[in-house]
C-alpha cells in the first residue's frame, strides 16, 4: 500500500483522455457545485477529495475536452492501470450527465467508476464505501443512478452529520465552520486513501479497512 501510495503521488501527468486502455482505467468522481460561492459547502466535499489526489498527484485539470461537462485529471500511478479524476460541471442534480459522458467517451464501464459524495444519513466523518445501491435520499446519485441505468456503480459516502427537520437544503450548502474544519481535512484525507484502495485491491479490502472509521 505505502509503496503504491509512493509512486502514485512522485508521478502527475497532464495527458489527455485519448488512447486509454478502458480494462486499466479506473475513474473516480467527486460529487458537487462548480463555482466559487460552493467551494467551502458541505454538498462539495466529494470535490474536495478529488481535489487533493490531483494536488498530490500533480495533475491539471482539463476543462476541453470533447465538449465534457466536466473537468478532468488524468494519472498514471504504475504501468498496469490509470486513473481518471472527474468533477462534474453540471451542477450537483444533473451529475449523471456529466459522468455518463465521461464513461462512454473512454468506453469505461460503471463498474470501473467511484463516485464521492456527502452524506447527510451518516455521523459527521463516517466512511461508507459500498458495491452497489440505491441513491437514499441524494439528488447527485439518483441522477448518476438514472443517467447510467444501473445501481452496480461503487459509492463512497462521506458523513456530513445531520440537518434540521426541512432544513436539508440550506444544511448541505452551508459553509463547515471554523471548528469542523480540521476535522474536515483529515475525513478528506481518510477517503481519498480509501478511494486509492479502491482503485488498486478493489471494494472488498476498501471496505474492509475503512467502513469502520
Not at 72 to 79: G, K, L
Not at 132 to 150: A, D, F
Not at 172 to 181: I, Q
Request: glycine share 8%.
Amino acid at each position: 500500500m505505502l509503496s503504491f501510495l509512493g509512486r502514485l503521488f512522485r508521478r502527475g501527468t497532464t495527458e489527455s483522455l485519448a488512447g486509454l486502455d478502458p480494462l486499466r482505467t479506473r475513474v473516480i468522481v467527486g460529487l458537487g457545485n462548480p463555482g466559487p460561492e460552493y467551494i467551502d459547502t458541505r454538498h462539495n466535499i466529494g470535490f474536495r477529495c478529488v481535489e487533493v489526489m490531483a494536488r498530490r498527484f500533480g495533475a491539471s485539470w482539463q476543462d476541453k475536452v470533447s465538449s465534457l461537462d466536466a473537468l478532468v485529471a488524468v494519472v498514471h500511478p504504475d504501468q498496469e492501470r490509470t486513473l481518471v479524476l472527474v468533477k462534474p460541471q453540471t451542477f450537483m442534480n444533473r451529475s449523471g450527465k456529466a459522468i455518463r459522458e465521461v464513461l462512454d467517451f473512454l468506453q469505461v464501464a460503471p463498474r470501473s467508476c467511484l463516485v464521492l459524495y456527502d452524506e447527510m444519513d451518516l455521523p459527521f466523518g463516517t466512511l461508507r464505501l459500498r458495491e452497489r445501491g440505491g441513491p437514499g435520499t441524494h439528488n447527485g446519485m439518483r441522477s448518476v443512478i438514472s443517467e447510467l441505468k444501473t445501481e452496480d456503480i461503487a459509492r463512497l459516502r462521506i458523513g456530513i452529520g445531520q440537518s434540521s427537520p426541512g432544513e436539508a437544503t440550506s444544511h448541505v450548502l452551508s459553509d463547515f465552520s471554523a471548528e469542523e474544519e480540521d476535522v474536515v481535512r483529515q475525513i478528506v484525507e481518510r477517503a481519498t486513501l480509501a478511494a486509492l484502495d479502491w482503485a488498486e485491491h478493489g471494494a472488498a479490502v476498501a471496505m474492509n479497512r475503512y467502513n469502520n472509521t
